[in-house]
């Protein structure tokens, strides 16, 4: 609890003051501002992956530049620092940590200059003279700098305009400058550490209006805690282009001082020196209050029109606001419409899904249908090509799965006998008429091949409908019935009795044999559709009364002596056996007569003697 105090309104804790007194908080833009130096450690997590690959190149070696000997760059887990891998040297490959180190010897590496920006125009910009053209602008300031540079000596230098503001950096001058607390710019009077801002305001000034260099000795400037002895020299540099001076620009020489160089402070050579100390120094002090005049004149102008901006910025913010309440307006009710829409579909998506269930349910059913009944189903669509299929539908034709797509005519069948299928389909698909066929396999199996269209609920024809249901069993029955019949046909044609099929109902004559042709004398053209009653077989008409009761009562009559007539008019006596026929739509009988009229003559000749 030594670290934090607690909020008074008890919502939660706040760090202690004198740790936050530790610890510098500033706003800095890696891109445009100037960087820190002599950093233990920067973080750079997840923002690299944002920029393209120019401005990675050259983020990379500021960092390098802004880390003191041995300092950690600590970089996003997708991030890397590229080809500079003789700038750093890797601590931990998996959470990309990376030490500072000075590289091999003959190391290339980009220039400072490459990645400190140069303020917009009419901030930061060269001030052009009277009559300099567009092009003149594109001044090379790095080689003005080195060339300066190399007519003084020095490791450190900064090109800078009449107002101070950066223009190069050469060498290291992190020990020297400092960005500005607040809005950092590169303003180099307002990043000079402490001991070097006053004489270096007042040598910029005398190098403006005196067109001469300046320079200060022995120095003492504060960094890091400690001082450092420098020499402090200010000298116009201009660049000349095609024999026309561009701009104005004055060269910042910062170098550390030997121990012979230091003494108080001295005007540049060649400047000329009033007659005394006190004078001089009035002289300087009067030189440093005109230029902090102006500076303060200039810094007054620049805060008004930034209070200028600002207000219109203000009102600019105002009128956001507004439209951005009217989107957020706007939003709420696009939400309240999205949710709306979102119950919606919740409700359509809960329906669809039974209706799939459904669905899923009625096929799985009719799979289960087609291939429980063993009726091979085969469906084919409008260019008789194969669409769906069932088991059982292989006995008949040669069908696997991968055929599903291909002709129906393109697939060998079992068929015996039969050739007509795509024939017969393309008519019933032409005509719309059903039509059946009993075809058999080459194992004998018989099956009824019945095409019909295929009809869709909306009563569109989309194809045909092949069934092939087995009647082989059925026609194993046909053959024994058939046979049955043959026998029965010879049975009936060679008894010697006569034998005579009619309907229970009226008696009209359906079927008799020869010996009944034979017995009552009548063909059988004569016969066939008349009633016994209208041929007159029995003497007496109340003998078929009789015989129908019979029937109905024990179902059968056995061995009744009946009087009959012959179609010449002649009697005979007769032993009637009558049953019906089973399986018949029509209710039936067969009647036996078997003649007895000789024995009853033998009978009544006995009885006689």
């Given at each position: 609890?030594?670290?934090?105090?607690?909020?008074?309104?008890?919502?939660?804790?706040?760090?202690?003051?004198?740790?936050?007194?530790?610890?510098?908080?500033?706003?800095?833009?890696?891109?445009?501002?100037?960087?820190?130096?002599k950093?233990?450690?920067?973080?750079?997590?997840?923002?690299?992956?944002y920029?393209?690959?120019?401005l990675?190149?050259?983020?990379?070696?500021?960092?390098?530049?802004?880390?003191?000997?041995?300092?950690?760059?600590?970089?996003?887990?997708?991030?890397?620092?590229?080809?500079?891998m003789?700038?750093?040297s890797?601590?931990?490959?998996?959470?990309?940590?990376?030490m500072?180190?000075?590289?091999?010897?003959?190391?290339?590496?980009?220039?400072?200059?490459?990645?400190?920006?140069?303020?917009?125009?009419?901030?930061?910009?060269?001030?052009?003279?009277r009559?300099?053209?567009?092009?003149?602008?594109?001044?090379?300031?790095?080689?003005?700098?080195?060339?300066?540079?190399?007519?003084?000596?020095?490791?450190v230098?900064?090109?800078?305009?009449?107002?101070?503001e950066?223009?190069?950096?050469?060498?290291?001058?992190?020990?020297?400058?400092?960005?500005?607390?607040?809005?950092?710019?590169?303003?180099?009077?307002?990043?000079?550490r402490?001991?070097?801002?006053?004489?270096?305001?007042?040598?910029?000034?005398?190098?403006?209006?005196?067109?001469?260099?300046?320079r200060?000795?022995?120095?003492?400037?504060?960094?890091?805690?400690?001082?450092?002895?420098?020499?402090?020299?200010?000298?116009?540099?201009?660049?000349?282009?095609?024999?026309?001076?561009?701009?104005?620009?004055?060269?910042?020489?910062?170098?550390?001082?030997?121990?012979?160089?230091?003494?108080?402070?001295?005007?540049?050579?060649?400047?000329?020196?009033?007659?005394?100390?006190?004078e001089?120094?009035?002289?300087?002090?009067?030189?440093?209050?005109?230029?902090?005049?102006?500076?303060?004149?200039?810094?007054?102008?620049?805060?008004?029109?930034a209070?200028?901006?600002?207000?219109?910025?203000?009102?600019?913010?105002?009128?956001?606001?507004?439209?951005?309440?009217s989107?957020?307006?706007?939003?709420?009710?696009?939400?309240?419409?999205?949710?709306?829409?979102?119950?919606?579909l919740?409700?359509?998506?809960?329906?669809?899904?039974?209706?799939?269930?459904?669905?899923?349910?009625?096929?799985?059913?009719m799979?289960?249908?087609?291939?429980?009944t063993?009726?091979?189903t085969?469906?084919?669509?409008?260019?008789?090509?194969?669409?769906?299929f069932?088991?059982?539908i292989?006995?008949?034709?040669?069908?696997i799965?991968?055929?599903v797509?291909?002709?129906?005519?393109?697939?060998?069948?079992n068929?015996?006998?039969?050739?007509r299928?795509?024939?017969?389909?393309?008519?019933?698909?032409?005509?719309?008429?059903?039509?059946?066929?009993?075809?058999?396999?080459?194992?004998?199996?018989?099956?009824?091949?019945?095409?019909?269209?295929?009809?869709?609920?909306?009563?569109?024809?989309?194809?045909?409908?092949?069934?092939?249901?087995?009647?082989?069993?059925?026609?194993?029955?046909?053959?024994?019935?058939?046979?049955?019949?043959?026998k029965?046909a010879?049975?009936?044609?060679a008894?010697?009795?006569?034998?005579?099929?009619?309907?229970?109902?009226?008696?009209?004559?359906l079927?008799?044999?020869?010996?009944?042709?034979?017995?009552?004398?009548?063909?059988?053209?004569q016969?066939?559709?008349?009633?016994?009653?209208?041929?007159?077989?029995?003497?007496?008409?109340?003998?078929?009364?009789?015989?129908?009761?019979?029937?109905?009562?024990?179902?059968?009559?056995r061995?009744?002596?009946?009087?009959?007539?012959?179609?010449?008019?002649?009697?005979?006596?007769?032993?009637?056996?009558?049953?019906?026929?089973?399986?018949?739509?029509?209710?039936?009988?067969?009647?036996?007569?078997?003649?007895?009229?000789?024995?009853?003559?033998?009978?009544?000749?006995?009885?006689?003697?």
């Amino acid at each position: 609890m030594r670290a934090f105090v607690q909020i008074p309104d008890g919502s939660g804790y706040r760090v202690h003051k004198t740790i936050r007194d530790l610890l510098i908080f500033s706003v800095q833009d890696v891109i445009k501002d100037p960087p820190f130096s002599k950093l233990n450690l920067i973080s750079c997590r997840n923002l690299l992956i944002y920029m393209n690959a120019d401005l990675q190149r050259k983020l990379i070696p500021l960092f390098h530049y802004a880390l003191a000997p041995s300092g950690v760059l600590f970089l996003g887990t997708s991030e890397t620092i590229g080809e500079f891998m003789t700038l750093f040297s890797a601590l931990d490959r998996k959470w990309k940590l990376y030490m500072r180190q000075e590289g091999s010897p003959g190391t290339a590496r980009p220039a400072l200059s490459d990645f400190v920006p140069i303020l917009a125009a009419g901030d930061a910009a060269p001030q052009l003279r009277r009559g300099a053209s567009q092009t003149a602008a594109k001044v090379d300031l790095r080689s003005i700098t080195e060339r300066s540079l190399l007519a003084h000596y020095d490791p450190v230098g900064i090109l800078v305009n009449s107002r101070g503001e950066i223009l190069h950096i050469v060498g290291r001058s992190g020990s020297y400058l400092e960005p500005a607390p607040g809005d950092a710019g590169m303003n180099m009077l307002s990043m000079a550490r402490e001991g070097l801002r006053r004489e270096l305001t007042t040598a910029l000034h005398r190098a403006v209006s005196e067109r001469e260099p300046v320079r200060y000795a022995g120095l003492r400037v504060r960094t890091n805690g400690s001082f450092t002895t420098v020499n402090l020299t200010v000298r116009p540099a201009t660049a000349i282009t095609a024999g026309a001076s561009v701009i104005d620009a004055f060269l910042v020489v910062i170098e550390e001082a030997l121990p012979t160089d230091i003494s108080p402070p001295q005007e540049a050579e060649g400047a000329e020196s009033p007659g005394s100390d006190s004078e001089r120094r009035i002289a300087a002090l009067e030189h440093e209050l005109r230029a902090k005049e102006e500076y303060l004149q200039t810094t007054l102008e620049e805060m008004e029109t930034a209070n200028e901006e600002l207000m219109s910025a203000n009102e600019e913010l105002q009128s956001l606001n507004e439209e951005l309440q009217s989107t957020n307006e706007e939003l709420e009710t696009s939400k309240e419409e999205l949710q709306s829409v979102n119950e919606e579909l919740s409700t359509v998506n809960a329906e669809l899904q039974n209706k799939v269930f459904d669905l899923s349910r009625a096929n799985n059913d009719m799979n289960n249908l087609l291939a429980g009944t063993g009726v091979g189903t085969l469906f084919v669509d409008m260019d008789l090509r194969i669409s769906r299929f069932t088991p059982a539908i292989t006995h008949v034709i040669n069908l696997i799965k991968p055929d599903v797509g291909r002709p129906v005519g393109d697939i060998a069948s079992n068929l015996v006998g039969y050739s007509r299928l795509v024939e017969d389909v393309r008519e019933v698909h032409d005509t719309l008429v059903p039509k059946d066929a009993e075809v058999q396999t080459r194992l004998g199996t018989w099956y009824l091949m019945s095409i019909r269209p295929y009809r869709t609920l909306e009563h569109m024809i989309e194809g045909a409908v092949l069934t092939f249901v087995d009647i082989s069993q059925r026609k194993l029955f046909e053959l024994a019935l058939r046979s049955s019949e043959a026998k029965f046909a010879k049975a009936f044609r060679a008894i010697p009795d006569g034998l005579v099929v009619c309907q229970q109902s009226d008696g009209v004559v359906l079927d008799i044999n020869a010996s009944w042709e034979a017995l009552f004398g009548s063909s059988r053209q004569q016969i066939i559709g008349r009633s016994l009653h209208d041929l007159r077989v029995f003497a007496d008409p109340a003998d078929w009364q009789r015989v129908r009761e019979r029937l109905q009562q024990d179902g059968a009559v056995r061995d009744m002596e009946l009087e009959t007539l012959q179609s010449s008019g002649g009697r005979r006596w007769t032993l009637l056996s009558a049953e019906q026929l089973e399986g018949e739509a029509e209710p039936s009988l067969i009647m036996i007569f078997h003649d007895i009229t000789e024995r009853r003559k033998n009978e009544q000749a006995r009885q006689t003697e």
